[in-house]
């Protein structure tokens, strides 16, 4: 017979991991999302550069905190975009 306080260990046991996985998976999930931006912008560059523009247009803030490590290839997918637009100034800001 199982008491009644080991069925409560238990439930509490599976609740607190249960909460702590779901918060593990959406403290990842905005990171994942720009990263993805960022992929899609480098893949469509050369065949529709509208297109890449619009990938990188919807990072809404493009920081270290949004982004990560990714920030650096941000900015030179950005020159990258400046310098087919004809935009010397962009680019440049963009490739400092």
Do not use: C, W
């Amino acid at each position: 017979m199982v008491r009644f306080e080991d069925t409560m260990k238990y439930k509490f046991l599976f609740l607190l991991i249960f909460f702590l996985a779901l918060q593990i998976g959406l403290a990842q999930g905005g990171k994942i999302t720009f990263v993805q931006y960022l992929d899609s912008t480098s893949k469509h560059l050369d065949t529709d550069p509208e297109l890449a523009t619009t990938y990188l247009d919807s990072i809404v803030n493009p920081s270290e905190k949004t982004l990560g490590k990714e920030i650096g290839r941000y900015f030179y997918l950005q020159g990258l975009i400046d310098a087919d637009d004809f935009d010397p100034a962009g680019s440049t800001q963009n490739f400092f």
